[in-house]
């Protein structure tokens, strides 16, 4: 079984500000991971994923994780926080060995504040 | 292309009334999905389908149905809705090792 963990339902950066989510993933195989984003009142929007390769991911608005196995961690960070990047952010592990399709175990989600 | 659709956005249902909620996409997935997202539980798998024909449970299956009898459409089914189904469902799909793409979600109270 896989489970995700992200620390802090809730959290709080001025702008400008160094933005770090934190993801602790469990997982018996190789996993597949992801980082979503969801404005209020919408679905979710890719933000970026490790599958194989590069452990340092770049993504979408300028947000990047890294995956550090002997952590089993993919925390997500912006250098600096922007008040358009307050929104709810998920972590999600996929197990791609059982042949089960792209069964996404998700985090509880971090909503993100950005203060002035 | 329209990606992942959804209907309806909103829904109000009584206790014990039944309701499909219907996705679809046009992105020639194999493999589509069913979550459910409720306060601080981020989204949980109820149903997944990985082709026409093909489908098996999630996470929280109870009180749900689907069918998946084309590639395009995956049909969520509340058999006899219960105030625990209140939630908002999204619909996701994706290629085989490729992210899942989401709907907009439905709104779903029962009363």
């Known amino acids: 079984a896989q489970s995700v963990t992200q620390l802090g339902s809730h959290v709080s950066v001025s702008e400008g500000a160094l933005v770090l989510l934190r993801c602790n993933y469990s997982s018996s195989v190789p996993p597949y991971l992801f980082w979503y984003v969801q404005y209020p009142n919408q679905g979710l929007q890719l933000l970026l994923k490790?599958?194989?390769?590069?452990?340092l991911v770049k993504g979408i608005n300028g947000f990047e994780a890294e995956f550090k196995k002997s952590e089993t961690s993919f925390h997500l960070t912006k250098p600096s926080a922007h008040m358009s990047d307050a929104a709810e952010y998920f972590c999600?592990?996929?197990?791609?060995?059982?042949?089960?399709?792209?069964?996404?175990?998700f985090g509880t989600g971090t909503q993100l504040k950005v203060e002035l | 292309n329209a990606g992942v659709t959804q209907t309806p956005k909103f829904q109000v249902l009584k206790t014990g009334q039944s309701m499909t909620l219907q996705c679809a996409q046009d992105m020639n997935h194999e493999y589509m999905s069913w979550y459910r997202q409720d306060p601080g539980m981020g989204l949980r798998l109820i149903h997944y389908s990985v082709g026409a024909g093909i489908t098996d449970q999630g996470e929280v299956p109870n009180g749900y149905n689907v069918s998946r009898s084309t590639t395009e459409d995956f049909p969520l089914r509340l058999l006899s809705a219960a105030p625990s189904q209140t939630s908002v469902y999204f619909c996701?799909?994706?290629?085989?090792?490729?992210?899942?793409?989401f709907g907009p979600g439905t709104r779903l109270t029962v009363t």
């Open positions: 996701a799909s994706s290629d085989y090792r490729s992210e899942q793409y």
């Open positions: 999600a592990v996929s197990d791609q060995v059982t042949g089960g399709g792209n069964k996404l175990t």
């Open positions: 490790y599958t194989t390769g590069a452990t």
